[in-house]
Antibody
Framework: EVQLVESGGGLVQPGRSLRLSCAAS????????MHWVRQAPGKGLEWVSG????????GYADSAKGRFTVSRDNAKNSLYLQMNSLRAEDTAFYYC??????????????WGQGTLVTVSS | DIQMTQSPSSLSASVGDRVTITCRAS??????LGWYQQKPGKAPKRLIY???SLQSGVPSRFSGSRSGTEFTLTISSLQPEDFATYYC?????????FGQGTRLEIK
C-alpha cells in the first residue's frame, strides 16, 4: 500500500524558514517523480513544485521560485521542501504527491494527508 | 503558463442525477489531464487520468472525455458519497495547474 506521510509543518513567523518532509513507503520511491501541492484553508489546490526521479528536472510555481527548494533523498525514500522567506500567503496545508511516471509528469496518483503551515506573527 | 478554466464553480444536484463538470485549457494539452475528488478534511483522490481512463477502484459511474481543449467529467448517477469538490489538473507542462474547483452540493 502506497503511503506518504508529511511532517515539519507548524506555526512560523513571517520571514522565517521551515523544512517539510515526506516519508514514502509501499512503492519503489526512486522509480517516480514527486510533487508538493498546497491548499490554503477554504481555497483551491495549487501546485508548488515537482522533481523527477533523479532530480534531473525540477519545476516550481511562480509563487515558490526563489524562495522554496525541493529535494529528494532516494536512499531514505524521502521528499523535502525547504521554504525560506515565508509570507502570510504561504499559510496552507502542504501535500506530498506521487507521480505516475519517473522522468516526466503523468499526473498525481497518490497523495499524503498533508501538513499545515501557518505563517503568522 | 497554461490556464485551466473550470465550470461551474458550484452545482446543486440530487441523488440519481447526471452531472457534468468542464475544464477548458488555454492551449493544447493533448490528454494530459486528470480529475480529482476532494472531501472536507481529506486529501484529493484521483478519479480519471489521461483525460478518459478510470483510476483503479473508482466506480464506473465516473467518466471523462475530451474535445480539443475542453475536458468533461461526468457522473452518470449521483450517489450520496459523491457530494464533494472536484478539480481538474493539467500535467502537460510546468507549472502544473488546477482548475478552480467545482463544489457539488445536495439539492
Amino acid at each position: 500500500e502506497v503511503q506518504l506521510v508529511e511532517s515539519g509543518g507548524g506555526l512560523v513567523q513571517p520571514g522565517r524558514s521551515l523544512r517539510l518532509s515526506c516519508a514514502a513507503s509501499g512503492f519503489t520511491f526512486d522509480d517516480y517523480a514527486m510533487h508538493w501541492v498546497r491548499q490554503a484553508p477554504g481555497k483551491g489546490l495549487e501546485w508548488v513544485s515537482g522533481v523527477t526521479w533523479n532530480s534531473g528536472s525540477i519545476g516550481y510555481a511562480d509563487s515558490a521560485k526563489g524562495r522554496f527548494t525541493v529535494s529528494r533523498d532516494n536512499a531514505k525514500n524521502s521528499l523535502y521542501l525547504q521554504m525560506n522567506s515565508l509570507r502570510a500567503e504561504d499559510t496552507a496545508f502542504y501535500y506530498c504527491a506521487k507521480d505516475s511516471c519517473s522522468s516526466t509528469t503523468c499526473g498525481l496518483d497518490y497523495w499524503g494527508q498533508g501538513t499545515l503551515v501557518t505563517v503568522s506573527s | 503558463d497554461i490556464q485551466m478554466t473550470q465550470s461551474p464553480s458550484s452545482l446543486s444536484a440530487s441523488v440519481g442525477d447526471r452531472v457534468t463538470i468542464t475544464c477548458r485549457a488555454s492551449q493544447g494539452i493533448r490528454n494530459d489531464l486528470g480529475w480529482y475528488q476532494q472531501k472536507p478534511g481529506k486529501a484529493p483522490k484521483r478519479l480519471i487520468y489521461a483525460a478518459s481512463s478510470l483510476q483503479s477502484g473508482v466506480p464506473s459511474r465516473f467518466s471523462g472525455s475530451r474535445s480539443g481543449t475542453e475536458f468533461t467529467l461526468t457522473i452518470s448517477s449521483l450517489q450520496p458519497e459523491d457530494f464533494a469538490t472536484y478539480y481538474c489538473l493539467q500535467h502537460n507542462s510546468y507549472p502544473l495547474t488546477f482548475g478552480q474547483g467545482t463544489r457539488l452540493e445536495i439539492k
